[in-house]
Nanobody
């Protein structure tokens, strides 16, 4: 069974840190871009950060300098290191496969999400 699995969410105080993980289970995702999104209660889902299959990273302005996206050497786990967290970062965070080199079989696959709460 192929899936993306997120983990690492939790509750932290303002200024704290969390590291989210997005792991490909049952397939190799190193040819896929991985995108992180978040959705706060009552709000639309918004893109947060991406890492391309070849390593280039991109960030939404509101997380630049605070969040870092990276990928492990095998390419199957992508991390989102979140520092200096603010209450407005509270949301369900989800990852998704993307990119032109991602196999059609695994393209546009979403994980189940992991909740981040900052108070």
């Amino acid at each position: 069974h192929v899936q993306l699995v997120e983990s690492g969410g939790g509750s932290v105080q303002t200024g704290g840190s969390l590291r989210l993980s997005c792991t490909a289970v049952g397939f190799t995702s190193n040819n896929c871009d991985i995108e992180w999104y978040r959705q706060a209660a009552g709000m639309q889902r918004e893109w947060v950060a991406s890492i391309r299959s070849f390593g280039t990273t991109h960030y939404k302005d509101f997380v630049k300098g605070r969040f870092t996206i990276s990928r492990d050497k095998a390419g199957d786990t992508v991390y989102l290191q979140m520092n200096s967290l603010k209450p407005e970062d509270t949301a369900m965070y989800s990852c998704k496969t993307a990119g032109p080199y991602c196999s059609a079989r695994y393209f546009d696959m979403w994980g189940q999400g992991t909740q981040v709460t900052v108070s």
